[in-house]
C-alpha cells in the first residue's frame, strides 16, 4: 500500500477515534469532505476495509457502521454491546466463550473463519434513567 493509502487510513481512524461512536463510511466521508474536497466513497470503503483486516477497526453487522476498536490491535474476536438508547459500544473480549462458539459450530462440521458478537440493549445511564421513568 502506498503513503496515500495509509495517510488516508490515519485520518479514516481519526475520524473514528475523534467521535467516538458508530460511523457509516458515508459519515465519515462527510467528516472528511472539508479537508479532502474530491474524495469519494471508494476511498473511505478500502481505508475501513483494511483497518478491520488489521483489527483497528469494528464493524458494526446490526448497524452497517463502524467503531474504532477500544482494546487497542488485537487478532481476538470482540463482544461489542449496543445501547439502543445512546448509540455508545462498549467492547469486551471473552476468548473462552469464543472458543466454545467455536466448538458449538464445529460439531455439525461447521468451520467458523470469523466470530461477529454483537448485543443491543441499554447501558447502564440509559438502564438507570429508565428505570426512574425519564
Known sequence: MGKRGKKMQAEVLAVLRRRRVPLSAYDVL????EAYPKIAPPTIYRALSALTEHGCVHRLESLNAFIACQCG???HASILSICDGCGAVEETVAPDLLKELSSIA????????????EIHGLCASCGSAQALGH
Not at 462527510?30 to 469532505?33: A, F, S, V
Not at 468451520?111 to 458478537?117: D, E, G
Open 30 to 33: 462527510g467528516e472528511l469532505r
Open 73 to 75: 490491535r488485537h487478532k
Open 106 to 117: 464445529g460439531k455439525s462440521g461447521f468451520a467458523p473463519t470469523r466470530h461477529v458478537i
